[in-house]
């Protein structure tokens, strides 16, 4: 294989990082940024004094690299090359480089908010702008501050605007790493096509049947379609006359996709045969399959968007932006000249796509985030002005600060509460967070942990409904959701499963997934492991979930669970075949078609239901929703009445912060005559007076 374009400047950079606290590397995909950084780092002996941390904003990429890298430098994985994603940690004692996602190195700064076991930390991918990767980079320009000396930030990305970073870091190094892509020529439609399945697919067997060796690689929007055409490919090849064109075989990728069938868009193909790769924009920079000469890109690309003043989240399908497009193209140039075949006019191309991808921090909802910047602890935090690089709406700031303030993680002085900060070592969303926090002080812990395993673990009645529409000529004894809700019904799928003493067989019987049902078994027990560890009173985890049936269908954990989605209230409309939302935005929606919620025997709808979350589609539902009583709900919504976002925001009014200051200040100065200051302390303190003599300045 040729030398990756990044080796070719080991020295360059090895040279620039020793100098600067703070680097940004931008380079090609494809130039050996994720797999080669690390390597290179670990030469040249950066893991002698602390690990190494390369965060990746997906878990694919996590696992998939830190396998390559694992190869590449001849150890076992999970030995010095490991990998760390949400409910998965393939690391040692021994581990110097790690692959982590971006929220796992978010939560182990919960615990180590120095980050001190790390003496480098690679934020890559950067330019996928995800969530916790912008948080990350406005902590890090904290964290350089305190550990100036001993810590490495190295940025990458295949398209960020790096002037804008490197402005961010205060005018930190930008280096570029020249690709060796070799032209694409780019093929536009005459027009969008009614159908872009149909379209692909047509242009993906004109590519097999006309154009020399080369493997195709599709964009899609999602597994749904991409399921899709891969049958409809597979169907069609089988279909070509024998001899009349090479063999073909049809890979897919994606995210859900297991382990296993990943890796096989790794493997090269067989000769004379052309591999048509059908994927979704995790082939667009996050993995690179070698071998591509043919790009179909049919401009689009799907996209979960919250609304903070409806909370609501839609999945749409959106125009992918110029950068992104430009990149699915030069995934054709790789190895040699190429073609891109794009399923739309090149009109739309210029004046129709963004120039950027929104990034994900102004298009989703905050409360995790935010609970997370207030469980750190930093006296000066003030979430409407906390400096981000693209800073969200205030209004989902504000949206998040209700949320945490309803749901008790912060108090009505925007302080972090007791519960807060338990909330915040669970790696869950603050809401299930919440309510297993809930269901312990209730004494059904174990049945919460059940649905909140259930539920990480994407056990989703989709896949149940499904099965109902097979008319399998087995009858199906899957336990009804009912009255109760959703959460009720993964309860008792789970306690099923229990009873039939955990039988795989049991769940190939019943249509669900082995391997999630295995999961989501797995999840419950590292779950129950943490609330072990951060409860200090006693704790309710059975090994075993069988229990007494809860008296009254469950009813504690039905109001531990409202305790968690409380402020997610809607009230079922009479004489209308729906429910409005309650709260502080009220709208008319109904119960999600795949829910398992059903009217009692008088035919019957539950008079209130707490729903998980509001997606609108065709137009807004409620997706899994519970049966609540009134009576527990009031309580949370009255707080509403005292609320002042500004305090929840800030925590200290500003005269308060000046107070604080001041008297850090006098504290530093009495310690100037004392000895013994560690170096964090030292540039807090310092970070703190600057700010304290700015604030004066400005008066
Ligand atoms: P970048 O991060 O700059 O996009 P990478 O370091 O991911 O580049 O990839 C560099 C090279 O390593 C590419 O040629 C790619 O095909 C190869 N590579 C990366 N991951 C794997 C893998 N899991 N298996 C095989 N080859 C891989
Ligand atoms: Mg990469």
Request: proline fraction near 4%; charge should be positive; aromatic fraction near 6%.
């Amino acid at each position: 294989m040729a030398v990756l374009p990044i080796l070719r400047f080991e020295d360059k950079i090895v040279e620039t990082v020793e100098k600067n606290p703070v680097v940004v590397i931008i380079g090609e995909t494809g130039s050996g940024k994720s797999t080669q950084l690390s390597q290179i780092l670990h030469r040249r002996g950066y893991t002698r004094s602390g690990a190494i941390a390369i965060t990746q904003p997906r878990r694919v990429a996590a696992v998939s690299l830190s396998r390559r890298v694992a190869l590449e430098v001849g150890v076992q994985l999970g030995e010095e090359v490991g990998y760390a994603i949400r409910f998965e940690d393939r690391t040692s004692a021994k581990t110097c480089i790690k692959y982590l996602t971006d929220g796992v190195l978010l939560r182990e700064s919960l615990s180590n908010p120095e980050l001190n076991q790390y003496s480098v930390i690679i934020l890559d991918e950067v330019h996928e702008r995800s969530l916790n990767s912008d948080i990350i980079l406005g902590l890090m320009k904290r964290l350089v501050k305190i550990r100036s000396s001993n810590l490495r930030v190295l940025i990458t990305s295949a398209t960020l605007d790096g002037v804008k970073v490197s402005k961010f870091f205060s005018g930190c190094p930008v280096m570029n790493i020249p690709g060796k892509l070799f032209p694409v020529e780019k093929l536009y439609s005459s027009e969008r096509p009614k159908c872009y399945i149909e379209s692909s697919l047509r242009t993906a067997l004109d590519i097999h049947s006309r154009e020399p060796p080369g493997d195709i690689l599709i964009f899609m929007t999602g597994k749904d379609d991409i399921d899709k055409m891969v049958s409809k490919l597979e169907e069609k090849i089988q279909n070509l006359d024998e001899g009349s064109c090479m063999d073909a075989q049809v890979l897919s990728l994606h995210g859900s996709l297991p382990p296993e069938m990943q890796v096989r868009v790794f493997s090269p193909a067989h000769p004379n045969c052309r591999r048509i790769i059908v994927a979704t924009n995790i082939a667009e920079t996050s993995l690179t399959v070698d071998g591509v000469v043919y790009v179909i890109d049919t401009g689009y690309v799907k996209q979960r968007q919250y609304n903070p003043s409806t909370g609501m989240y839609s999945l749409d399908v959106v125009q992918i932006s110029r950068v992104q497009a430009d990149q699915r193209a030069g995934r054709a140039g790789r190895t040699r000249p190429g073609k891109c075949y794009r399923l739309y006019p090149s009109k739309v191309y210029h004046e129709e796509f963004l120039d950027a991808t929104v990034p994900e921090i102004q298009r989703s909802s905050l409360a995790g985030s935010v609970l997370y910047l207030k469980s750190l602890n930093l006296p000066d935090i003030d979430i409407l002005n906390f400096d981000f690089l693209d800073p969200p709406s205030r209004e989902s700031l504000a949206d998040a600060l209700r949320q945490l303030y309803l749901i008790d993680a912060i108090d009505e002085d925007g302080m972090i509460t007791h519960v807060g900060r338990t909330m915040a070592e669970l790696p869950l969303e603050p809401s299930l967070s919440r309510t297993l926090i809930e269901a312990n002080e209730l004494g059904c812990l174990s049945q919460a942990l059940t649905v909140v395993a259930m539920l990480s673990a994407e056990i989703t009645h989709l896949s149940i409904h499904s099965i109902k529409d097979k008319k399998r000529k087995q009858p199906l004894k899957l336990p009804s959701g009912s009255y109760w809700g959703d959460h009720i019904h993964l309860l008792r799928i789970y306690e099923n499963w229990d009873c039939a003493d955990y039988d795989p067989a049991w769940c190939t019987e019943h249509n669900l997934q082995v391997r999630n049902m295995k999961f989501s078994r797995d999840v419950r027990k590292q779950l129950s492991q943490i609330m072990q560890k951060i409860s200090k009173g006693p704790v309710d985890i059975q090994s075993s979930v069988r229990q007494k049936k809860g008296e009254q269908e469950y009813r504690s954990l039905r109001k531990a669970l409202c305790r968690g989605f409380g402020n997610q209230l809607a009230e079922r409309m009479l004489h209308h075949n729906g429910f409005r939302t309650l709260g502080y935005r009220s709208q008319l929606v109904q119960v999600h078609p795949s829910s398992m919620l059903e009217t009692n025997e008088d035919g019957r709808l539950p008079d209130y239901v707490v729903y998980h979350e509001l997606i609108s589609t065709s137009r807004p539902f409620m997706r899994n929703v519970c049966a609540v009583d009134i009576s527990w709900v009031a309580p949370i919504l009255k707080k509403l009445e005292k609320m002042d976002i500004h305090k929840l925001s800030g925590g200290l009014e500003s005269e308060k912060i000046e107070q604080a200051e001041h008297k850090q200040l006098q504290l530093h100065n009495l310690e100037e005559s004392g000895s013994g200051r560690g170096d964090s302390m030292e540039s807090r303190i310092q970070a703190a007076r600057e700010r304290y003599l700015a604030r004066k300045a400005n008066k």
